[in-house]
């Protein structure tokens, strides 16, 4: 079983820039997907980043030009660069792990918080 751990979360300045890191339990991380949704109140989550085990990324509209998702496969690491951060970026974010045949997998989320 995959365990994943967000961190790099916190309170930032509109403008401002976080990085978050999500360390996976697993030796196979390289053929896993890898990426990051977030969550904020009221509202459902949603994709933010992905990036394929080819390392094919696509983003969401919303944070198109600002983030970057990548990967450290020797790590067993993803990140997610946050650039100009807005205030609406602000949620839950969490890490995910996919493959059709190793499974489905979760982190516990780390908050980012973005004041005006």
């Known amino acids: 079983q995959v365990q994943l751990v967000e961190s790099g979360g916190g309170s930032v300045q509109a403008g401002g820039s976080l990085r978050l890191s999500c360390s996976a339990s697993?030796?196979?991380?390289?053929?896993?997907?890898m990426s990051w949704h977030r969550q904020a109140p009221g509202k459902e989550r949603e994709l933010v980043a992905r990036?394929?085990?080819?390392?094919?990324?696509t983003y969401a509209d919303s944070v198109q030009g600002r983030f970057t998702i990548s990967r450290d496969d020797a790590k067993r690491t993803a990140y997610l660069q946050m650039n100009n951060l807005k205030p609406e970026d602000t949620a839950i974010y969490f890490c995910?792990?996919?493959?059709?045949?190793?499974?489905?997998?979760w982190g516990q989320g780390t908050q980012v918080t973005v004041s005006s």
């Open positions: 995910n792990a996919y493959d059709w045949r190793l499974g489905d997998y």
């Open positions: 697993v030796r196979v991380f390289s053929m896993f997907n």
């Open positions: 990036i394929m085990a080819g390392n094919r990324r």
